[in-house]
């Protein structure tokens, strides 16, 4: 377990309320002392990312929805990417919470960077 800050809340713990939505995600990157925490800024970045692709994918996915015929064999399919990104974001929550500095593909490597590990 990483240690508390002055306000009794946990790097763990704030690592993984980050993963709730994107406003303590970014309240963690600028308030200190979370800002000065490496793993609380890696899970913060990392929830951003996150939520960023999901959106996009969603917004991606309703365009080719929307062609005739097409959005048949799309609507199944943004069901199963809704699923995924739903699994993906309870892990990294879970793993946040348990101390684990879990990358995920492609956003884990931009969340590392913007993180400066």
């Keep these: 377990m990483r240690e508390?800050?002055?306000?009794?809340l946990s790097d763990n713990g704030a690592g993984?309320?980050?993963?709730?939505?994107?406003?303590?995600?970014?309240?963690?990157?600028?308030l200190p002392p979370y800002n000065k925490s490496s793993?609380?800024?890696?899970?913060?970045?990392?929830?951003?990312?996150?939520a960023v692709a999901w959106v996009a994918l969603f917004v991606i996915l309703a365009i080719l929805a929307r062609i005739p015929l097409f959005g048949l064999?799309?609507?199944?399919?943004?069901?199963?990417v809704d699923?995924?990104?739903?699994?993906?974001?309870?892990?990294?929550?879970i793993k946040a919470l348990n101390g684990v500095r879990f990358k995920l593909p492609v956003i884990g490597a931009l969340a590392e960077g913007q993180a400066g590990r």
Excluded: K
Excluded at 16 to 30: D, G, K, T
Excluded at 83 to 93: E, H, P, Q, S, Y
């Design 4 to 8: 508390s800050t002055q306000s009794g």
């Design 16 to 30: 993984a309320i980050a993963y709730i939505s994107f406003l303590p995600a970014i309240a963690f990157l600028v």
């Design 39 to 50: 793993f609380v800024r890696f899970h913060a970045w990392q929830s951003i990312f996150l």
């Design 73 to 80: 064999i799309i609507f199944p399919i943004m069901l199963l």
């Design 83 to 93: 699923l995924g990104m739903f699994v993906l974001w309870i892990l990294a929550l």
